[in-house]
Nanobody
Framework: VQLQAFGGGLAQAGGSLSLSCTGS????????VGWLRQSPGKEREFVAA????????LYGDSVKDRFTISRDNAKNTVFLRMNDLKPEDTAVYYC??????????????????WGQGTKVTVSS
């Protein structure tokens, strides 16, 4: 599975950005997809994940009620809508899938295939 993330950029605190992740390869719709992020000097952090079916989204505590993950399997794309952005959301955001289909996790350690990352900068 190959992944490409798009949509990063600069936003002001309180603003919004949307990220997208396109997967190539057969069977992408059978994989759970996660969004993870990493800030300089910090460990990678789980942001959100969604089942292969698009159901049962999961969110990290720091983004709950502000971020929304969704997917369109017809377009092999997963989205992350980020509202009410804060300076602490500044990071490189990655989409990733686990090694096995029909699984998804809240720990970045279980994700095997990663996209290249897209940078999000939130100014105060």
């Amino acid at each position: 599975v190959q992944l490409q993330a798009f949509g990063g950029g600069l936003a002001q605190a309180g603003g919004s950005l949307s990220l997208s992740c396109t997967g190539s390869g057969r069977g992408f719709s059978n994989y759970g997809v996660g969004w993870l992020r990493q800030s300089p000097g910090k460990e990678r952090e789980f942001v959100a994940a969604i089942k292969w079916s698009g159901e049962d989204p999961l969110y990290g505590d720091s983004v709950k009620d502000r971020f929304t993950i969704s997917r369109d399997n017809a377009k092999n794309t997963v989205f992350l809508r980020m509202n009410d952005l804060k300076p602490e959301d500044t990071a490189v955001y990655y989409c990733a899938v686990p090694r096995s289909s029909h699984t998804y996790y809240t720990s970045w350690r279980w994700y095997h295939y990663w996209g290249q990352g897209t940078k999000v900068t939130v100014s105060s």
